[in-house]
């Protein structure tokens, strides 16, 4: 866990450092002011060092090196290990949401293009940029790369297990086959689960 993250954590109390629904921990009672007062000066450094001459952060770096070494030798492996997960948990949430929402936003893009065009689908979504939706929104998926990639199915292989087209790409999944029963059907190309425990492409 980097020095910062721990910094903002401490600094926003010792309930921001607890999982919801876990009995709070009492806080170091003999150094609680030291700890506090170096996490704000950490929290104060990441939100202002860009106005810092860089020659006295350059000066400072190898300080904070050893602090964070030394930190991390006292925090001990489990805790940080406990404190990897609980961010990993985090940030694989926020992924999902994003994602979730850039599917929807997509596909009313797509509805808005059916309903111009007369009950058509493109034969690729990566023509309704930039005139129906501004750019193709881009996933960037737990355990992927960020892409915008498409992928474009032209067959009813898959009328009978849409699950078989999924690849894993981590990308989009489109169907453009008008004799498919899921002609203009857009979907996550992913077979990972998200934090509920659904599969990406189910949605």
């Known amino acids: 866990m980097s020095i910062i993250i721990l910094a903002l954590m401490i600094s926003a109390g010792p309930a921001a450092a607890q999982p919801a629904g876990q009995d709070q921990a009492a806080p170091p009672l003999k150094y609680s002011p030291e700890i506090r007062k170096a996490a704000r000066n950490l929290a104060l450094l990441l939100e202002r060092g860009g106005e810092i001459a860089p020659e006295k952060l350059d000066a400072l770096a190898p300080e904070l090196a050893r602090f964070n070494k030394k930190l991390e030798e006292t925090l001990g492996r489990d805790l940080l290990a406990d404190a990897a997960r609980r961010e990993k948990e985090l940030d694989d949430a926020g992924r999902t949401e994003a994602a979730i929402k850039a599917l929807q936003d997509f ?31 881009e996933l960037h998926l737990p355990g992927h790369e960020m892409t915008a990639k498409i992928t474009v ?22 169907f453009s086959g008008q004799d498919s029963m899921n002609y203009g059907l857009l979907i996550i190309d992913c077979r990972h689960q998200t934090p509920g425990g659904a599969e990406f492409h189910k949605y």
């Open 153 to 174: 199915i032209d067959s009813k292989e898959y009328d009978d297990d849409l699950a078989k087209a999924v690849t894993d790409s981590g990308g989009w999944l489109y």
């Open 107 to 137: 596909r009313t893009s797509l509805q808005v293009y059916y309903a111009k065009t007369g009950g058509k689908y493109p034969a690729d979504p990566a023509a309704l940029a930039p005139d129906d939706l501004p750019t193709i929104p």
